[in-house]
T-cell receptor, first 115, second 115 residues
Framework: SAVISQKPSRDICQRGTSLTIQCQVDSQVTMMFWYRQQPGQSLTLIATANQGSEATYESGFVIDKFPISRPNLTFSTLTVSNMSPEDSSIYLC????????????FGEGSRLTVL | QQQVKQSPQSLIVQKGGISIINCAYENTAFDYFPWYQQFPGKGPALLIAIRPDVSEKKEGRFTISFNKSAKQFSLHIMDSQPGDSATYFCAASMAGGTSYGKLTFGQGTILTVHP
């Protein structure tokens, strides 16, 4: 499986500010995915980050709130904009395994606390 | 249609016992069913996965049982160990096409194995 590195691993943010999370993969991947895990909850897909095109957002998530960049096949960023305490979550980057197996691998996550 | 329901919410097992976690899904188009293990402060790690063309898959102490007609699948952990104490998530997806990487997760089960 790919090695996925996320930065920051955790941060404490003030209400109304924005924070950008970085995801670096040690191999080239066509698709990268961003998930959110709210405290004590399950994981929910935010968007699919495609290299060379705009991200595709899931229902309930919008580009103005969660802008995503995908400048190359090994890197993506997710920005959480105009944060509120409800945005306190773990944000996880994930990539598919090799071959069309359906496998999905996750980074360690970025734990954001919004005060 | 997209829901995956997981039970129990929490489970306490004695060392050496069998841990059983159940999931049910509604969308018959799902064709990939993974289980993830998550330790505190870590990202989810892929544990084992199954496709609907088989009824059981075993990897070491971990077994997935799959019942296509009932739209249910379960994780069995044999000879449970304290090191297995973690949160377990079932998930489901349509592994092909535009749905690749879009996992629908269950609510999670907190497993505690007492020594």
């Amino acid at each position: 499986s790919a090695v996925i590195s996320q930065k920051p691993s955790r941060d404490i943010c003030q209400r109304g500010t924005s924070l950008t999370i970085q995801c670096q993969v040690d191999s080239q991947v066509t698709m990268m995915f961003w998930y959110r895990q709210q405290p004590g909850q399950s994981l929910t897909l935010i968007a699919t980050a495609n290299q060379g095109s705009e991200a595709t957002y899931e229902s309930g998530f919008v580009i103005d709130k969660f802008p995503i960049s995908r400048p190359n096949l090994t890197f993506s960023t997710l920005t959480v904009s105009n944060m509120s305490p409800e945005d306190s979550s773990i944000y996880l980057c994930s990539v598919p395994g090799t071959g069309n197996t359906g496998e999905l691998f996750f980074g360690e996550g970025s734990r954001l606390t919004v005060l | 249609q997209q829901q995956v329901k997981q039970s129990p919410q929490s489970l306490i097992v004695q060392k050496g016992g069998i841990s059983i976690i159940n999931c049910a899904y509604e969308n018959t188009a799902f064709d990939y069913f993974p289980w993830y293990q998550q330790f505190p402060g870590k990202g989810p790690a892929l544990l084992i996965a199954i496709r609907p063309d088989v009824s059981e898959k075993k990897e070491g102490r971990f077994t997935i049982s799959f019942n296509k007609s009932a739209k249910q699948f379960s994780l069995h952990i044999m000879d449970s160990q304290p090191g297995d104490s973690a949160t377990y998530f079932c998930a489901a997806s349509m592994a092909g096409g535009t749905s690749y990487g879009k996992l629908t997760f269950g609510q999670g089960t907190i497993l505690t194995v007492h020594p």
